[in-house]
Structure formats: structure tokens, C-alpha cells
């Protein structure tokens, strides 16, 4: 991918109400996904990213209570909060939602998980977007392309999108000792306990 341009925006989180095995679930998906598709590396995180990323304790993660409906995107702290609100959506008569570390639409995709419950497991969530990404490729022969139709067809919708994908895979290469994953690094001497970069959150 050339002429990666890294773009940097302020990216607030909600408070972190979270656990290790919350921050870490849709990046060992990922990453199990990535090996097994034979997907260039860092990919996948960097779709996850755009598409659920946010900061935790000052790490970079892909959270999977997220939810994206009517502009608007959530982070919540469990599993059972995310559900709640996917069903108060639905009960209003939203069915645009997208759900999970992959912001899998279930209106769009009403066949992809048996259940609502299934659709937020971070190793099913990912297995779809992944299968549905690698089917692109094999009709498309081209990455670029597969990334910008996993988001849509419409070519202004889809270069918008795959511009900001390319920004957080840089962005993922830059900072990947910070993913929630890795070993926390101790704080160099001298340097500020502060962080040189920021994410968009995903808004449609």
C-alpha cells in the first residue's frame, strides 16, 4: 500500500470499565483470523481498529461491546449492556446496527450469526468479517479493492474508507508494542506519560 497518509484525530474514549479478557478478545480473533486466511499482516487489526478501536489505559485495543447505530457509535462495558441496548434499538425500530469487534450490520447480514448473542463473540464476529473479506479478494485479486468493498460498493464511500484503514494500519505498525496484547512496556526516562496519537471513532 503506498502513499499512506497518517492521520492523526482526537480520539475520545469512555471511561475504561474494562478487564484483560475484554481488551484482548477481538485482537486474539484477529490475529488468529489473519494466520489462518493468509492475510497480510496487521490487516484484519487495522479493519478492527477503524471499526471498534479505542484506548484503554493508554493501550490500543478492539473492543467488542461496541455498537454503531444512526451515527452513532457506544462503547459499553459487558456483553449484557450491549445486548440491552441492540434490543431497545430494535424495539424502536432501528435495524441498521452494527455490532462487535467488526461492526458486523445485522440488518445487512441478517444470516451471518444464529443469534444476537452469537453475533458479539468475538471469534464468530471475526470469522465473518474475515470469510466475507478473503471472498472479496478471491473475486477481486486486489486488497485495496476488498477493503473498500467490505465497507461499500459506492466508490467515494469506500475510498473514504479505506484511506482511514490505511491511516490505523500504519498507525497499528507505528504503535504495535502498545496493542492491548502485547507485554506492557515500563515508561522511558525522560519521556512524558503521554500518548502521540489518537483514533477516530468509527461513525458509519
Known amino acids: 500500500m503506498k502513499g499512506l497518509a497518517l492521520l492523526l484525530a482526537l480520539f475520545s474514549a469512555a471511561p475504561a470499565l474494562a478487564t484483560d479478557a475484554n481488551s484482548t478478545a477481538c485482537l486474539a480473533a484477529i490475529r488468529g483470523a489473519e494466520k489462518e486466511m493468509r492475510m497480510p499482516g496487521r490487516l484484519l487489526i487495522a479493519i478492527g481498529v477503524t471499526e471498534a478501536g479505542r484506548e484503554v489505559e493508554g493501550r490500543l485495543t478492539v473492543w467488542p461491546w461496541t455498537v454503531n447505530a444512526e451515527g452513532q457509535g457506544r462503547y459499553f462495558p459487558d456483553k449484557a ?30 444470516k ?16 465473518y468479517a474475515a470469510g466475507m473479506l478473503k471472498e472479496f479478494h478471491g473475486d477481486l485479486r486486489n ?33 504495535r508494542n502498545d496493542l492491548a496484547d502485547m507485554p506492557p512496556r515500563p515508561p522511558r526516562r525522560g519521556t512524558a506519560n503521554s500518548e502521540p496519537w489518537a483514533l477516530p471513532p468509527r461513525m458509519g
Open 143 to 175: 486488497w485495496t479493492r476488498s477493503v473498500k468493498h467490505y465497507h461499500s460498493r459506492t466508490p467515494d464511500k469506500g475510498n473514504a474508507y479505506f484511506d482511514r484503514v490505511a491511516a490505523n494500519l500504519r498507525l497499528v505498525l507505528l504503535r
Open 112 to 127: 451471518a450469526f444464529p443469534d444476537l448473542e452469537t453475533a458479539f463473540d468475538a471469534q464468530a464476529n471475526v470469522a
Open 81 to 110: 449492556s450491549a445486548l440491552a441496548h441492540v434490543k431497545s434499538l430494535r424495539r424502536k425500530g432501528v435495524r441498521s446496527i452494527d455490532v462487535g469487534c467488526m461492526q458486523i450490520n445485522l440488518h445487512w447480514h441478517p
